[in-house]
């Protein structure tokens, strides 16, 4: 394994990315979430997405220089048009008057259109809870995962992230793909040629398989059966036609086998505690600490784990696996 500092593997990744043409406002945004997956130990969504970005870019299918605009489109809802560029840098564009308008009205809708997607949601999230806001956001991605009790792929692995804010500690965030697993983790697997759990997906055939190139050939599966699907519909259509912005199924046609990531759009709503409850705000968010108290009595909360990891890489840094260390360095070729 390598071992690099928090510094170092911010370094890289900016490197990586200014050495492709991404412009300095692209670089921050997008090294900023990725060092954060790193840290915190989310494998499949941490230096590893560098791979997929600099393939998207090869492929002519993300613009590295890309300038979000800002649409203004009514009191409690806004649009960022990220105009080909990835998701991150419209986010950040976005966030101020997204907040501003929670404020006023109590809650506000946040559409991200026209963006390449590679990011984990819970970094937004924590983002909005770091302003005293409950968070909810969701996206399609590529058609890669097939609906309950079919076969044939028709979703996209579908995240969908909450966070609440605690005072004095960090939030209660939980964020999942409505597939069994994010595909990412599914090509972690075949690069290391490990076999993955029975459940995750199927092959071309319809059958289980525990063989990750077969499932990312074949299709994934959503997590808790029609449950999951549901949820993943639900997705497809309130962060897709209803901000005016592509299906997974749709992702997948305008990438035309390129292999690039995906390109849709994505929902964030913002509630604003103190608007829904005046002065009563923080005896009813308190309300919320014996629940995660409760919660845990088994084992954790989400994102515990995440916490735990980023305390421990903000001491001794992180670790890559030797192969992909060696496969970004050969990036700054
Ligand atoms: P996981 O199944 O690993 O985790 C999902 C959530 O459940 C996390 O909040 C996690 O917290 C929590 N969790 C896991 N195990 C437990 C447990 N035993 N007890 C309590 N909580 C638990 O994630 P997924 O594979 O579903 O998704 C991974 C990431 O991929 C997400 O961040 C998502 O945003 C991203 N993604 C992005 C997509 C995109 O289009 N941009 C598409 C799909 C996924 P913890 O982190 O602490 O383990
Ligand atoms: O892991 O499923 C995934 C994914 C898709 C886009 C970004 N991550």
Redesign the pocket.
């Given at each position: 394994m390598a071992q690099l500092s928090l510094e170092d593997t911010r370094i890289l990744a900016q490197n990586i990315l200014r050495h492709h043409d991404f412009s300095e406002e692209q670089v921050a945004a997008i090294a900023d979430v990725m060092v954060a997956g790193q840290r915190?130990e989310?494998a499949?969504?941490g230096l590893y997405r560098l791979l997929g970005c600099i393939a998207t870019l090869n492929a002519g299918k993300v613009v590295p220089d890309a300038q979000p605009e800002i649409i203004d489109v009514a009191p409690a809802l806004l649009k960022v048009d990220a105009k080909g560029g990835f998701s991150p840098l419209a986010f950040r564009r976005g966030l101020p008057l997204a907040l501003e308008k929670a404020r006023q009205n109590g809650l506000s809708a946040f559409a991200i259109n026209h963006c390449v997607?590679?990011?984990?949601?819970?970094v937004e999230i924590e983002d909005i809870t770091a302003a005293g806001m409950v968070a909810l956001a969701c996206?399609p991605?590529h058609a890669w995962v097939a609906p309950a009790g079919g076969s044939k792929p028709l979703f996209?692995?579908?995240?969908f992230?909450f966070g609440w804010p605690r005072a004095g500690q960090l939030p209660f965030?939980?964020?999942?793909?409505t597939?069994a697993?994010?595909?990412?983790?599914i090509e972690l697997h075949r690069r290391e040629e490990r076999p993955v759990p029975l459940g995750w997906g199927i092959n071309d055939g319809g059958q289980p398989t525990t063989d990750a190139a077969a499932i990312l050939s074949g299709a994934m599966l959503t997590?808790g059966g029609h449950k999951g699907s549901a949820l993943s519909a639900m997705i497809e259509l309130i962060a897709g036609p209803l901000i005016g912005d592509f299906t997974s199924a749709e992702s997948k046609d305008w990438d035309h086998g390129a292999g690039a990531l995906?390109y849709h759009g994505e929902l964030i709503i913002i509630l604003d505690p103190q608007r829904f409850l005046g002065d009563q705000a923080t005896e009813h968010l308190a309300r919320a600490e014996p629940l995660f108290t409760a919660m845990a009595q088994n084992?954790?909360?989400?994102?515990?784990?995440?916490?735990e990891a980023r305390q421990r890489s903000q001491q001794q840094g992180i670790t890559l696996p030797d192969t992909l260390y060696r496969d970004l360095l050969a990036l700054l070729d």
């Open positions: 915190d989310c499949s969504h997607h590679f990011s984990a949601l819970w996206n991605s996209g692995t579908n995240p992230a965030v939980f964020d999942f793909a597939s697993i994010a595909r990412g983790d997590f995906p084992g954790r909360l989400p994102s515990q784990r995440r916490y």
